[in-house]
């Protein structure tokens, strides 16, 4: 792929991935957040292509865009929020506040990325050492390199990421678990008084 | 296809987290296989998940002095080291589990939600935060920061019924989430700035200097959240309010060792190329002067020891921007840090396990009321609240006074002689609030009934090792400091 269409490549889908992930947070029915999220992830996935990380980005689409995507869709279906539900959001003064604080944080990234060596090449001193896509073998970016860097120098990270998900396992499950004391001795069916008073809880 | 090969040195520095994992899911299951399906199960005193935790941990704590001790070996390509100062805050982090663990049985069955559940967290989490103090690369460190966090945020909403607990296990999680955010932003970065780099190790060789800065002062607000300095410290009294007494105070104690090691790590690696000891110096200061400020007129006592916990973080930063002062780096300082967070252990849980020896029905017994006239009912527990405050306020003869001695000794000696008054100043308006519930405690009539759990004997064997660290660090610190002081000799990347 020449270096031109490249970077017009990457402008395009980097504007589609900004522009949605706008979308995601200003819509105020969560279903069209979770719409626009799918296409960020699409886009971020294309990102991924861009840079030969091809596994990678299929990845992306098939855990966020496909999986993960599921488990919001499922949420928002059960929570089923109405126009109503939705809490009133806040006044001009919260909305200026929150939005200045944004933009300021977004000021300062702006002038750390343009002001760094990464874009003043002849500032002196700088540690830059990415390497040029075509300097990569032909296996970069394919699922053995991609296992290879996983359980051999990530070894260590991905052990603890197992510990991580059984944390939330067992955190999720103890959060959502209904006492059991509450559960008749009789036919193990609950009382009804007992679920007014379940229901009454949630 | 290469293999994977340990080398003995990284089984070595695994070892400790390892144990302590394995006694997490060795807890799950125990409850799950031997647990009476019987009504009362959640107020039984569950000795044996006790008893398992506690031998976990001295094992744990016994693997600490299995070591090489050679720092200059990358271990799993370079993810961790297995240095002195990793297994200091390593073994801090392990005894505030052990005593968490003694102290967990007659306190969750006193108030009636005892489940394997609380003991399997407490070991999942402190295995993560001991390899969080390990953790030399930017994936590892992250990694382990969400995994201890996970595990906050379930203790933090443990007691479901309780509607503060939800409260503040919601506004924990969403607040983690944002800072963790924050992190993760700053580690890009710092990622970019280095050239591509993820090991600590290389941020030393020269950071581009506008993107290295940036990325710092984001990492820096992450984990300013994860200890509740100011102004990241909203969520911290309402969690603590919300949490059972006693996952608070382990949280207060495991939480700021394990992310200043991860810090200190990190700011020694990026260096004064970041020009952050001015930034961390002010951080200091108005976490000192406002968690002292906003826990006087606190009734209710876990609030109060939450913004005390606030004051004591912005303590610890003033070693990690002494450390970094006028471009030098010099880890000597750092010493003070470990020091503080050694007496901090003792004294922060002194407090919290004599307060979760009482209840009120099956609620924590917190406010300033409930603990009125506790001097004449149960003495001995008095006596040890009594202590840790005096600890906590600084006063000598306690490890709190030796800490404070130490960090306020380095600011004067590095130059810095401000921070050492607005820390003396800030701890003697904290005298105030630490000695109005020994006021409350023997010169009050009692006003409520206050009920001792049963099956105390771990709370009581907790209490008196507490008491005993508070005493022995005041009296005779020689010991402590000469092995923090060796700690940062060398620090690993």
């Known amino acids: 792929m020449s270096p031109w269409l490249q970077h017009t490549s990457f402008a395009i889908i980097a504007a589609i991935a900004v522009l949605a992930s706008i979308l995601v947070v200003t819509r105020r029915n969560p279903i069209y957040s979770a719409l626009f999220?799918?296409?960020?992830?699409?886009?971020?996935?294309?990102?991924?292509?861009?840079?030969?990380?091809?596994?990678?980005?299929?990845?992306?689409?098939?855990?966020?865009?496909?999986?993960?995507?599921?488990?919001?869709?499922?949420?928002?279906?059960?929570?089923?929020?109405?126009?109503?539900?939705?809490?009133?959001?806040?006044?001009?003064?919260?909305?200026?506040?929150?939005?200045?604080?944004?933009?300021?944080?977004?000021?300062?990234?702006?002038?750390?990325?343009?002001?760094?060596?990464?874009?003043?090449?002849?500032?002196?001193?700088?540690?830059?050492?990415?390497?040029?896509?075509?300097?990569?073998?032909?296996?970069?970016?394919?699922?053995?390199?991609?296992?290879?860097?996983?359980?051999?120098?990530?070894?260590?990270?991905?052990?603890?990421?197992?510990?991580?998900?059984?944390?939330?396992?067992?955190?999720?499950?103890?959060?959502?678990?209904?006492?059991?004391?509450?559960?008749?001795?009789?036919?193990?069916?609950?009382?009804?008084?007992?679920?007014?008073?379940?229901?009454?809880?949630? | 296809m290469e293999e994977l090969v340990f080398?003995?040195?990284?089984?070595?520095?695994?070892?400790?987290?390892?144990?302590?994992?394995?006694?997490?899911?060795?807890?799950?299951?125990?409850?799950?296989?031997?647990?009476?399906?019987?009504?009362?199960?959640?107020?039984?005193?569950?000795?044996?998940?006790?008893?398992?935790?506690?031998?976990?941990?001295?094992?744990?704590?016994?693997?600490?002095?299995?070591?090489?001790?050679?720092?200059?070996?990358?271990?799993?390509?370079?993810?961790?080291?297995?240095?002195?100062?990793?297994?200091?805050?390593?073994?801090?982090?392990?005894?505030?589990?052990?005593?968490?663990?003694?102290?967990?049985?007659?306190?969750?069955?006193?108030i009636g939600k005892h489940r394997g559940e609380f003991h399997a967290l407490i070991f999942l989490g402190a295995g993560a935060m001991v390899l969080l103090a390990q953790a030399t690369n930017l994936i590892s460190i992250f990694v382990a920061v969400e995994t201890l966090s996970l595990a906050l945020y379930v203790l933090a909403g443990y007691v479901r019924a309780w509607r503060e607990s939800a409260e503040g296990a919601f506004k924990y999680f969403i607040m983690g989430a944002f800072s963790s955010g924050f992190l993760l932003l700053g580690m890009a970065f710092l990622y970019g700035a280095s050239g591509g780099s993820i090991q600590l190790a290389d941020?030393?060789?020269?950071?581009?200097?506008?993107?290295?800065?940036?990325?710092?002062?984001?990492?820096?607000?992450?984990?300013?959240?994860?200890?509740?300095?100011?102004?990241?410290?909203?969520?911290?009294?309402?969690?603590?309010?919300?949490?059972?007494?006693?996952?608070?105070?382990?949280?207060?104690?495991?939480?700021?060792?394990?992310?200043?090691?991860?810090?200190?790590?990190?700011?020694?690696?990026?260096?004064?190329?970041?020009?952050?000891a001015g930034l961390i110096m002010a951080i200091a200061v108005i976490t000192m002067a406002l968690g002292n400020l906003a826990a006087l007129n606190q009734t209710n006592l876990k609030r109060m020891l939450a913004y005390s916990g606030i004051a004591h973080s912005g303590y610890l930063m003033i070693p990690v921007g002494l450390a970094l002062h006028e471009g030098s780096v010099n880890p000597k300082v750092l010493a003070g840090s470990l020091f503080y967070l050694a007496a901090y252990l003792v004294t922060t849980l002194g407090v919290f396990v004599a307060l979760s020896s009482l209840k009120h029905g099956d609620r924590d017994c917190d406010t300033l009321d409930a603990i009125k006239g506790l001097g004449r009912r149960h003495p001995l527990i008095a006596l040890a609240i009594t202590l840790s405050m005096v600890s906590l306020a600084g006063i000598p003869l306690t490890g709190g006074f030796m800490g404070k001695y130490f960090i306020f000794r380095d600011a004067v000696l590095g130059g810095y002689w401000q921070l050492a008054v607005i820390g003396i100043v800030t701890s003697m308006v904290s005298i105030y609030y630490y000695l109005r519930p020994v006021v409350a405690m023997y010169f009050h009539e009692p006003s409520e009934k206050i009920e001792k759990v049963e099956a105390a004997w771990g709370l009581h064997l907790a209490l008196g090792i507490t008491s005993f660290g508070i005493l022995y660090l005041g009296v005779m610190p020689e010991r402590l400091v000469a092995l923090s002081l060796r700690s940062v000799e060398r620090l690993g990347m």
Request: hydrophobic content about 55%; aromatic content about 8%; proline content about 5%.
């Open chain 1, 37 to 202: 999220l799918i296409v960020l992830f699409g886009a971020m996935a294309m990102i991924f292509l861009l840079l030969e990380a091809d596994f990678l980005g299929f990845m992306q689409l098939l855990v966020y865009a496909g999986a993960i995507m599921v488990l919001y869709l499922f949420v928002i279906m059960l929570i089923n929020p109405r126009e109503g539900d939705l809490p009133e959001e806040g006044g001009a003064v919260d909305r200026v506040v929150a939005g200045g604080t944004a933009s300021l944080v977004f000021c300062l990234l702006w002038f750390a990325i343009h002001e760094s060596a990464l874009l003043h090449p002849e500032l002196p001193a700088v540690p830059v050492v990415f390497p040029e896509l075509a300097s990569l073998g032909p296996e970069h970016g394919g699922a053995a390199a991609f296992g290879r860097e996983l359980f051999h120098e990530h070894l260590l990270v991905f052990e603890l990421a197992s510990i991580l998900i059984l944390v939330g396992i067992v955190g999720a499950v103890h959060i959502s678990l209904r006492t059991r004391r509450r559960v008749s001795a009789g036919n193990g069916l609950t009382p009804p008084a007992a679920r007014a008073e379940e229901a009454a809880h949630v």
């Open chain 2, 7 to 110: 080398s003995r040195a990284e089984f070595e520095a695994v070892l400790p987290s390892a144990i302590l994992f394995a006694t997490g899911l060795l807890l799950l299951l125990m409850d799950t296989c031997f647990g009476d399906r019987d009504p009362n199960e959640d107020s039984s005193p569950k000795t044996h998940l006790v008893l398992t935790g506690v031998a976990g941990a001295l094992l744990a704590f016994a693997a600490l002095s299995v070591s090489a001790g050679d720092t200059s070996v990358r271990l799993f390509a370079g993810a961790m080291t297995d240095d002195l100062f990793g297994r200091f805050a390593a073994g801090i982090i392990i005894l505030a589990t052990l005593l968490t663990s003694l102290a967990a049985g007659g306190y969750l069955s006193g």
């Open chain 2, 203 to 276: 941020f030393g060789d020269g950071l581009d200097p506008v993107l290295g800065s940036v990325g710092t002062l984001l990492v820096i607000i992450g984990f300013a959240f994860k200890v509740g300095a100011v102004p990241f410290h909203s969520w911290v009294p309402d969690v603590y309010q919300g949490s059972p007494v006693l996952a608070a105070g382990w949280m207060a104690v495991a939480v700021k060792v394990a992310s200043f090691a991860a810090l200190l790590r990190l700011v020694m690696a990026t260096g004064d190329s970041a020009n952050m």
